[in-house]
């Protein structure tokens, strides 16, 4: 699976962004796909993901009731709405992928094993 992530930039606090990360491959199917970040010095960290068909989102505390995932599988493509962004949630972010036969399992947030290339988002105070 490949991934390409894209829609990084800068944005004041308060503000808003949206990420897309387009997947290809012969596995699009039955991929969960997810989002991790990782700011300068610090470990990266997961921050959302969502399942194929049954689209179950997962976040962690810190961006939960801001960011909002989501997917279009005809589209190959998933989305990482982001609002009322704050300076901490600068960081390098990136799209991940695993191959799950179980829809309703409970999604990971580690152990992906396709990732795109990073994409800046910067959110100034």
């Given at each position: 699976v490949q991934l390409q992530a894209s829609g990084g930039g800068l944005v004041q606090a308060g503000g808003f962004l949206r990420l897309s990360c387009a997947a290809s491959g012969r596995t699009v199917s039955?991929?969960?796909m997810g989002?991790?970040?990782?700011a300068p010095g610090k470990e990266r960290e997961f921050v959302a993901a969502i399942s194929y068909r049954l689209g179950?989102?997962?976040?962690?505390?810190?961006?939960?009731?801001?960011?909002?995932?989501?997917?279009?599988?005809?589209?190959?493509?998933?989305?990482?709405?982001?609002?009322?962004?704050?300076?901490?949630?600068?960081?390098?972010?990136y799209c991940a992928a695993y191959v799950s036969t179980d829809d309703a399992s409970v999604l990971r947030n580690y152990g992906y094993d396709y990732w795109g290339?990073?994409?800046l988002v910067t959110v100034s105070s």
């Open positions: 039955s991929v969960v989002w991790f970040r990782q179950t989102p997962r976040y962690p505390n810190s961006v939960k009731g801001r960011f909002t995932i989501s997917r279009d599988n005809a589209k190959n493509t998933v989305y990482l709405q982001m609002d009322s962004l704050k300076p901490e949630d600068t960081a390098v972010y290339q990073g994409t």
